[in-house]
């Protein structure tokens, strides 16, 4: 009887060993067919990937992953991105992202030295959600600014066709470290709306950041965005001319409201 119940455990445990590594392989294989659909639009990639979690979870970790443009004026490092998933849920992926996360477009570098990140992605339902908390961004080296919350997500548009999407961003407690000498107690609230273009779209890089890029880039179809601010100390007026001109050119595209 012994003998039996440990034949059982032992096929069992080869069993189980054999399906999370059949799980390992296809979520790195998906994780390997995002990032390199990058390289086909005139970017290397370079990263390293190691898998745990063991039995019931499979945790990939992606190490120093950078995607460089091929005459390398745009640059865009992670330190570190954890995706996390359970064996028995294949829908649903939760991404940590650890900072420094930089981007370079021409001569400006975007960086977030500090603060907490995480995705949540569901396949089936075509969800993006990015959540951030305590951030603090850099611009060329030098304070920008600063967030208390972020939620980033993706919605499709009732009132219009599926195609349409939208882009969803709530931001509390923005703060502009450097470009007004004026007290953060005095905030205000804002709402930005406006039509984000292919164009666009590829010059922010979103175009490049997996499992998001191909929602928002689809043939024929647009993507609204609806920004969110409580709180903060923007004056668009003085603040406009020192942004980088990407920003600048989303500001004049867009309708404000107070």
Do not use: C
Not at 6 to 16: A, D, E, G, Q, Y
Not at 86 to 92: A, C, F, T, V
Request: hydrophobic share 40%.
């Amino acid at each position: 009887m012994l003998k039996f119940s440990i034949s059982i455990f032992l096929i069992l445990t080869i069993l189980v060993t054999i399906f999370w590594r059949e799980k390992v392989s296809s979520q790195e294989k998906l994780i390997a067919e995002q990032l390199s659909s990058n390289s086909k639009l005139n970017f290397e990639i370079s990263y390293a990937l190691k898998t745990s979690g063991f039995p019931n979870r499979t945790d990939t970790e992606i190490q120093e992953l950078e995607i460089t443009e091929r005459n390398h004026q745009n640059n865009f490092t992670v330190n570190r991105i954890l995706i996390m998933s359970l064996i028995y849920n294949s829908d649903k992926y939760i991404l940590s992202i650890n900072p420094p996360v930089q981007l370079r477009i021409d001569d400006n570098v975007l960086e977030v030295p500090n603060g907490t990140l995480e995705i949540s992605i569901s396949k089936k339902k075509g969800t993006f959600t990015l959540h951030g908390e305590n951030l603090i961004t850099h611009i060329n080296g030098k304070d920008l600014l600063t967030i208390k919350d972020l939620i980033f997500a993706t919605r499709s548009l009732r009132k219009k066709s599926p195609k349409h999407r939208e882009l969803f961003i709530k931001i509390q407690e923005l703060y502009f470290t450097r470009f007004n000498d004026e007290s953060t107690k005095k905030h205000k609230n804002i709402t930005f709306t406006f039509v984000l273009s292919k164009n666009l779209i590829e010059l922010l890089g979103l175009n490049r950041i997996p499992f998001l890029g191909e929602k928002i880039t689809r043939a024929g179809s647009a993507t609204q965005v609806t920004v969110e601010v409580l709180k903060t100390n923007l004056d668009i007026e003085k603040d406009l001319p020192a942004l980088p001109s990407v920003l600048r050119e989303l500001l004049h595209s867009s309708q404000v409201y107070p």
